[in-house]
């Protein structure tokens, strides 16, 4: 294997297929255009899955959770344990993810990257051992390229199980206490802008905890600018573990022709860095929602995202995605059971 997998060749969705798809659309009892995005979505999921029958029904979750040396700085509003509580909450079905996984009869896994705090053995949670989470990424470099590396190979390693075993549409959740400062960090990198232009309240900081954030933020930056050449290297600088794993599950997927749906701003920022080191990956990602926090906007705006929902959503761990998948199963029902204008005896219009 190329020790750089990630840049390995990604094959484009069937434009055979999409124009199948386009043509089925035009039949459909509706007039042209009225289901509005839901059209397109039909045509692009008909594509990635090279169907003319496009179909969701086989669902992975897999959620990523690691710890943030950087919340020494002040950046959340909660403390770092909340991480490691919330997988054991995940785990035994109490969290918002859970109660959605469950109802969408979704495969839903929980991997446990680098924790802080110890979690001990809960069933149900895949430990991978990298690191106790990020170093304080204002101070240092948050990972090695070594550890980088295996959190990537983390998500690479789950979406190929997925692969396996039929799934249909891949997501992607995280966990982590001042995950968004890191995910802050790498957007502003890549989008090459200071941090109060993309910094939010994540759980929950006021406005001063906004300011103080943005400037460990533009700090972290200017260190680590002099050794950062590459996308690659800012991961490494700037991310996080479960960052890494959503970056290398991303590319992955859309290297084995599965569809992705992204869910929140951590994961747009963790999507941009993917598309920046395989830009072909892009193909393959569909996204959920436009959450409350103020940059996801510019990070779904450099990825030429059109997201399904707007709901002030900024919760994280996959559930903007997964409480967009019904709307993804319906879109795919209407293409495949709609009656044409021709079957159902119903004349056409001039549009
Ligand atoms: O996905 C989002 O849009 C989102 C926005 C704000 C916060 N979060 C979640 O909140 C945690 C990070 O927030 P913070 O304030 O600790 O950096 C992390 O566990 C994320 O899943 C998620
Ligand atoms: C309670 C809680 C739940 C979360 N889920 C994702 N991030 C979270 C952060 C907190 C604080």
Same mark, same amino acid.
């Given at each position: 294997?190329?020790?750089?997998?990630w840049?390995?060749?990604?094959?484009?969705?069937?434009?055979?297929?999409?124009?199948?798809?386009?043509?089925?659309?035009?039949?459909?009892?509706?007039?042209?255009?009225?289901?509005?995005?839901?059209?397109?979505?039909?045509?692009?999921?008909?594509?990635?899955?090279?169907?003319?029958?496009?179909?969701?029904?086989?669902?992975?979750?897999?959620?990523?959770?690691?710890?943030?040396?950087?919340?020494?700085?002040?950046?959340?509003?909660?403390?770092?344990?909340?991480?490691?509580?919330?997988?054991?909450?995940?785990?035994?079905?109490?969290?918002?993810?859970?109660?959605?996984?469950?109802?969408?009869?979704?495969?839903?896994?929980?991997?446990?990257?680098?924790?802080?705090?110890?979690?001990?053995?809960?069933?149900?949670?895949?430990?991978?051992?990298?690191?106790?989470?990020?170093?304080?990424?204002?101070?240092?470099?948050?990972?090695?390229?070594?550890?980088c590396i295996r959190a990537m190979a983390a998500g690479r390693?789950?979406?190929?199980?997925?692969?396996?075993?039929?799934?249909?549409?891949?997501?992607?959740?995280?966990?982590?206490?001042?995950?968004?400062?890191?995910?802050?960090?790498?957007?502003?990198?890549?989008?090459?802008?200071?941090?109060?232009?993309?910094?939010?309240?994540?759980?929950?900081?006021?406005?001063?905890?906004?300011?103080?954030?943005?400037?460990?933020?533009?700090?972290?930056?200017?260190?680590?600018?002099?050794?950062?050449?590459?996308?690659?290297?800012?991961?490494?600088?700037?991310?996080? #573990?479960?960052?890494a794993a +959503?970056v290398g599950?991303?590319? %992955?997927? =859309?290297? &084995? !022709?599965? *569809?992705? $749906?992204?869910?929140?701003?951590?994961?747009?920022?963790?999507?941009?860095?993917?598309?920046?080191?395989?830009?072909?990956?892009?193909?393959?990602?569909?996204?959920?929602?436009?959450?409350?926090?103020?940059?996801?906007?510019?990070?779904?705006?450099?990825?030429?995202?059109?997201? #399904?929902?707007?709901?002030? +959503?900024?919760?994280?761990?996959? %559930?903007? =995605?997964? &409480? !967009?998948? *019904?709307? $993804?199963?319906?879109?795919?029902?209407?293409?495949?059971?709609?009656?044409?204008?021709?079957?159902?005896?119903?004349?056409?219009?001039?549009?």
């Amino acid at each position: 294997m190329n020790t750089r997998w990630w840049q390995n060749k990604v094959a484009q969705p069937s434009e055979a297929h999409a124009e199948r798809a386009r043509l089925q659309q035009a039949q459909l009892t509706k007039p042209a255009g009225s289901l509005g995005q839901l059209e397109a979505l039909a045509v692009q999921l008909a594509a990635m899955q090279a169907s003319e029958q496009p179909r969701l029904e086989r669902l992975t979750i897999a959620i990523f959770a690691a710890d943030h040396g950087v919340v020494a700085e002040g950046v959340s509003a909660y403390p770092q344990a909340v991480t490691a509580q919330m997988l054991a909450n995940f785990a035994q079905g109490g969290a918002a993810i859970s109660v959605l996984a469950q109802d969408l009869h979704a495969d839903m896994q929980l991997h446990a990257l680098g924790l802080a705090t110890p979690l001990g053995d809960l069933a149900g949670v895949r430990h991978w051992q990298i690191a106790p989470g990020t170093a304080n990424l204002r101070r240092q470099q948050a990972m090695t390229p070594e550890q980088c590396i295996r959190a990537m190979a983390a998500g690479r390693e789950v979406v190929l199980q997925a692969a396996g075993r039929g799934c249909e549409l891949f997501i992607g959740g995280e966990m982590g206490i001042g995950n968004t400062t890191a995910a802050c960090a790498l957007a502003c990198a890549l989008l090459d802008q200071p941090a109060k232009a993309l910094v939010g309240p994540g759980t929950g900081l006021n406005a001063k905890g906004v300011v103080h954030k943005a400037a460990v933020i533009d700090q972290a930056l200017a260190l680590h600018r002099p050794a950062c050449n590459e996308p690659f290297d800012w991961l490494c600088h700037v991310g996080g #573990l479960e960052l890494a794993a +959503l970056v290398g599950a991303y590319i %992955s997927a =859309a290297q &084995l !022709a599965l *569809p992705v $749906l992204v869910d929140g701003y951590i994961a747009s920022a963790a999507a941009l860095c993917a598309a920046r080191l395989n830009p072909s990956s892009r193909d393959w990602w569909l996204f959920s929602h436009q959450g409350a926090e103020p940059g996801h906007a510019a990070l779904l705006a450099a990825l030429q995202a059109e997201p #399904l929902l707007h709901l002030g +959503l900024r919760l994280g761990e996959g %559930s903007g =995605a997964a &409480l !967009a998948v *019904p709307l $993804l199963r319906q879109t795919c029902l209407l293409h495949n059971r709609m009656a044409s204008f021709a079957s159902a005896g119903v004349a056409r219009g001039l549009a």
